[in-house]
Structure formats: structure tokens, C-alpha cells
């Protein structure tokens, strides 16, 4: 009886509490309840000293890739280890902007296949991250870019993803406020728009996952540092953390700009440079950006927070940096950008500004991999667009550690291709880190 009631119990529901299935139902029942029934989202388990796989970086790479480790693949004795807490790096600082308009093969079907994921994601992880797919368009300025603009239509086309070119009247239609002068500073004269692209609430993203692997069966220990390696022979078998020692014969690393430091701590040098990246929110406006507009000539975007706020980005600072926080010059340098785009955005003051440690790598694409290091994976490299690669990412990265092979999505996606020449450069831009 005991044992029947025990294999009946999800591994999330140890500790005796109840997992709840959320549902309409179940809010309006709380409401009656004054909302004093809800249990916790996802256990607070101390470490165990071993599993079958352990995951670094509880950010949105890390916490997927252990549930579909679960989920897709059957793999539950997963420890998920986070220094700070869930969603203190990149995955709760980003400005949340989901796409998959790409042209280059490698690229194409992995974002389509993540996009996907988004679509469902709500449903699957039965939480709802506000996946809103309000449209990307991305603005042309010069006749140069009319043409690569034609050309990245056709080649989304021809993958089989939606995408259309808007003439500069269809632009002015969908977004009036941009300033469409042709002595413009940056006169605008056509866009691309990808309407199933869109914006998601990026806490949510990380409640989500962390609840839904926790069901699973996966534990997430927060505030647990990963300080070293621990080696069998040239094999790493666990890691030294400020919890104690936790061992498993298949250890990944999913630190995004922390990734070099822990390359190092294995014995490798990665092809990438730590990078800051500053993002900002306006005061709340009443609804007015009613998709993400980016700039492809001047690394700008903007959308609007489902409370009102503009949020707003660029390009990174310009310098190699650990510290999450950003320096005036940028400050300036994008709020110029977005005022001569968009004139009416000198009326609003800036609310927050925060910065986070980008991965980037040499052709601005990302490493998702065995590393040369027997027992040691790795999800890397996200440059500026891993937040809409979350879910793909940890799809692929789930079967390249489960299967020991990567997944045909993302087998491109490995370290040795900057030695072979083999690279993956989307914006063709070479070996330029701020330009990706
Ligand atoms: C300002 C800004 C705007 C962005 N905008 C977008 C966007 O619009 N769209 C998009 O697709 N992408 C965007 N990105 C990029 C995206 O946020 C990242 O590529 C993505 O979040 C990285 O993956 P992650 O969520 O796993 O990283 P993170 O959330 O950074 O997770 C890594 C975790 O590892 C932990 N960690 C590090 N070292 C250790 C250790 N030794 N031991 C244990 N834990 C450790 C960290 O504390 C951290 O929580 C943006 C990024 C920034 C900074």
C-alpha cells in the first residue's frame, strides 16, 4: 500500500506537498479561498551526492534542458545548480524578444523548431508564459538593405517559414509613430515582418520550466556554486561546489557568460568573449508599440511590456566584462537612436536600465556540444538571441546528452567548427563580436 501510494506520488511530490495542476478552475477555487491553498512552485532540495546527470546554471538553457532530459528522454536524476538564484542572469534580464527569422542553413530550422516550442509552451509546461506573437518587424535603411531584406524573405521562404516584406507605406501603416522622412537620420524604407514572432514574459519562462521539471523529478539547488571539476583519469566526474562535492558521470554547462570561466576551470579555451549588454524600460504608456521593431542597420529594438513600459536595447557596451551593469556613453548612444527613430520617445523618462553578461561568439552563433573533455557538455555562445532559443536549446541539448550524439537540429552547432572553418555566420559581419 505504502509503496503503491509512494510510485503513485510525482518525484515533485516527495516532501508530502501537492503539486498543483493549474487551471481556470483552480484560480477561481482560490479565489474563494482567499488564495491560502496554493503550494509551493518547486521543492528546495538539499543536494544529493550523486546523479545520473548534473546541469550548471539554473537560466533558461539549463532548466529546459533538464526537462526535456526528463520529459523526452526519461532521465530524471537530474541536478540542476545555480550559484544565485533562478533567473538572476541573462534569462531574467533580456528584452524577451522570440523570432525565427534566420537565412543561414544551421540556423533556419533550429530557431523554427524553437518557435514551435514557444507555440505550445504554455500548454506543455502548464504555465502560462504570456507568449504573445504580436509580429518582428525589422526596419531597412538603405538600398543595400532592401536587397538583403528581398533575400531573407525568400530564403525564410524557401525553409518553409512565414515572413513578408513590407514596402516603406506598409511600414508607415503598421507602426505611425516612426519617423518616415526621407531626410530621416535614418530614413526608412521598407521592413521585414515575421508575424508569428512575438515577446514572452521571461520570469515566467523560468518559473515555468524549474515548476515543470520539478515534477519530474529534478532537483534545483539554488545558491549552489560550481567551483571545480572533479576528475577520474581525464574524464570529469562531478563537481566541487560550495554545497559539498555531487557526482554524475555527465556534467553540462549552461552559464552563458560564464561559460569561458568554467572552459577554463575544465582545460579549454572557448571562441568566445564575455560581453555586457544593457537593456532599458520606459515609464508606462498606454498601449502604442503594438509589435517589436528592430533596426537590422543600427542593432536597435523596441517592444512594449504587457504593463505599459517601452522596453528598449542596442548593442553591446564595447568592452570584455563580468559585471552586470552598464556605463552612461551606451546610455546615450541608444536612446539617440531610438529618439531619431521614433520622435516621440523624447517625452518619456527611462524607469530601469540593467545590463547582462552576453556569450558571444566569433560568428554569432551558439555552441551546443560534447566538449573535448569526456563527460563534460555544454550550451553556449547565445550572443544576443538566446532567450528565443530556450526551449530549442534545451531540446537539443537533452538529446545530445541523453543519445551522446547531437541532435540533427543543432549539429552545427559545435566547437571544432571555427578549426575547421566550418562557422555559421548569420550576419556576415566576421569575427566581431558587437556586430552579431
Ligand atoms: C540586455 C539583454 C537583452 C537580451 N535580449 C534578448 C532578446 O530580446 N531575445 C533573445 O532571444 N535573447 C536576448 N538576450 C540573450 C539571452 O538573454 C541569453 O542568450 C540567454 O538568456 C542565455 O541563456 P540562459 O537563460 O541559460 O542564461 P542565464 O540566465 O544567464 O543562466 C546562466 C546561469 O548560470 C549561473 N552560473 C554561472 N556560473 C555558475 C557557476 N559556476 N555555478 C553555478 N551557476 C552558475 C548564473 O548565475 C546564471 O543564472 C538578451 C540578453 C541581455 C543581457
Redesign the pocket.
Known sequence: MVCSLQLGLEAGQRDGRTMTKYSGFKVFAQALRNNRGWGRAWRDPDPQPAYDVII????????ATAYYLAKEHGIKRVAV???????????????????SNYMENGNTQFYEHSLKLWENLSQDLNYNVMFSQRGYLGLLHSYGQLDAGRQRVHAMKLNGIEASFLTREQVQEKAPYLDMSMNARYPILGGVLQQRAG?AR?DAV?WGFARAADRQGVDIIQQ????GFIWKGLKIVGVE?TRGDIRAPKVTS?????SG??AEKAGFQLPIESHL???FVTEPIKPLVNCVIASFGMLY?ISQSDKGGLVL?GSLDGYNSYAQRGNLPKVEHILSIGKALMPCLSRLRILRH??????MTMDGSPIICKTPVDGFYM?AG?????????PG?GWCLAHTIAKDEPHPLSAGYTIDRFRRGATINESGTGPVPGHH
Open positions: 550548471i546554471g539554473g537560466g533558461g538553457h539549463g532548466l545548480l545555480e550559484k544565485g538564484w533562478l533567473g538572476g542572469g541573462n534569462l531574467g534580464r533580456n528584452t524577451t524578444i522570440v523570432r515577446t521571461h523560468a549552489c556554486e560550481v567551483l561546489t549552461a552559464v552563458a557568460g560564464n570561466v568554467l549588454l544593457q537593456a529594438y536595447g540593467w545590463g547582462g553578461i552576453m556569450d550550451s547565445w550572443c544576443y538571441g538566446g532567450f528565443k532559443a530556450t536549446a
